[in-house]
């Protein structure tokens, strides 16, 4: 179990400043956000991007870079490691979530100031016929104790059982401002043509407290899942 985290910094709302070839116009940053807590001695700096697929194309993340700055000084420089979900449609949005460590300099310094986020992300086009299948997914916030939940109810509306699904959520202000996102592979679960399952994501209290002390709790959430098609 991750250890309790002690919040230290509100959240950053920043905007957008088989495979084949890279695709023209793809995967645009629409916003990016950033919250900082502390693990023991480690400061820990979320990091959440909303990605929407501008193309025509079905896209994937091929590989990229992110950045951290303080005004124009470059913080951290780190790859990003995975597109939620793997596979974006036509006009379909996804998150990208990293978390970059920080431990104390000789000084004894750890709290980083973040002051911006800049995203280099590559994406690949996917054939249709190797493409995710999509889920139906409805998503609801409950509250946990001091921290929060989002139950996501995804339902396989096809005639072939879902394995494997990727799921994904995106937490939003009432004014739209994304605030947090994950997102997770079931991997050896598998969901029967026309069933349901439910799948929880814990948001801790060191989050909520952040979003709460600056009058920027999550009104909504945004979720979706898919599948690969293992007979296609």
Same mark, same amino acid.
């Given at each position: 179990?991750?250890?309790?985290?002690?919040?230290?910094?509100?959240?950053?709302?920043?905007?957008?400043?088989?495979?084949?070839?890279?695709?023209?116009?793809?995967?645009?940053?629409?916003?990016?956000?950033?919250?900082?807590?502390?693990?023991?001695?480690?400061?820990?700096?979320?990091?959440?991007?909303?990605?929407?697929?501008?193309?025509?194309?079905?896209?994937?993340?091929?590989?990229?870079? #992110?950045?951290?700055?303080?005004?124009?000084?470059?913080?951290?420089?780190?790859?990003?490691?995975?597109?939620?979900?793997?596979?974006?449609?036509?006009?379909?949005?996804?998150?990208?979530?990293?978390?970059?460590? #920080?431990?104390?300099?000789?000084?004894?310094?750890?709290?980083?100031?973040?002051?911006?986020?800049?995203?280099?992300?590559? +994406?690949?086009?996917?054939?249709?016929?190797?493409?995710?299948?999509?889920?139906?997914?409805?998503?609801?916030?409950?509250?946990?104790?001091?921290?929060?939940?989002?139950?996501?109810?995804?339902?396989?509306?096809?005639?072939?059982?879902?394995?494997?699904?990727?799921?994904?959520?995106?937490?939003?202000?009432?004014?739209?401002?994304?605030? +947090?996102?994950?997102?997770?592979?079931?991997?050896?679960?598998?969901?029967?043509?026309?069933?349901?399952?439910?799948?929880?994501?814990?948001?801790?209290?060191? #989050?909520?407290?952040?979003?709460?002390?600056?009058?920027?709790?999550?009104?909504?959430?945004?979720?979706?899942?898919? #599948?690969?098609?293992?007979?296609?």
């Amino acid at each position: 179990m991750r250890k309790r985290l002690a919040a230290l910094a509100a959240a950053l709302l920043l905007p957008a400043l088989a495979c084949g070839a890279s695709a023209e116009g793809e995967g645009t940053i629409v916003q990016s956000s950033c919250n900082i807590v502390q693990s023991g001695e480690y400061y820990l700096v979320y990091c959440y991007a909303q990605v929407h697929n501008a193309s025509d194309q079905i896209i994937c993340l091929d590989r990229g870079m #992110f950045e951290l700055q303080n005004g124009d000084q470059l913080v951290a420089s780190e790859e990003i490691s995975q597109l939620w979900p793997y596979f974006l449609s036509p006009g379909e949005d996804g998150y990208l979530f990293d978390i970059v460590p #920080f431990e104390p300099n000789e000084d004894g310094v750890v709290v980083p100031t973040i002051t911006g986020i800049q995203y280099f992300p590559e +994406y690949m086009i996917v054939e249709p016929q190797y493409a995710g299948v999509k889920l139906s997914c409805a998503a609801r916030i409950e509250r946990e104790g001091s921290g929060l939940a989002v139950v996501c109810e995804v339902q396989n509306p096809t005639d072939t059982d879902a394995y494997d699904p990727s799921v994904a959520i995106g937490l939003y202000t009432e004014g739209g401002a994304m605030i +947090y996102a994950d997102g997770v592979n079931l991997q050896d679960v598998g969901i029967p043509a026309g069933g349901t399952t439910l799948v929880r994501f814990r948001v801790d209290e060191a #989050f909520v407290e952040q979003w709460e002390g600056y009058g920027a709790a999550p009104a909504s959430v945004r979720a979706q899942a898919i #599948f690969r098609n293992d007979a296609d």
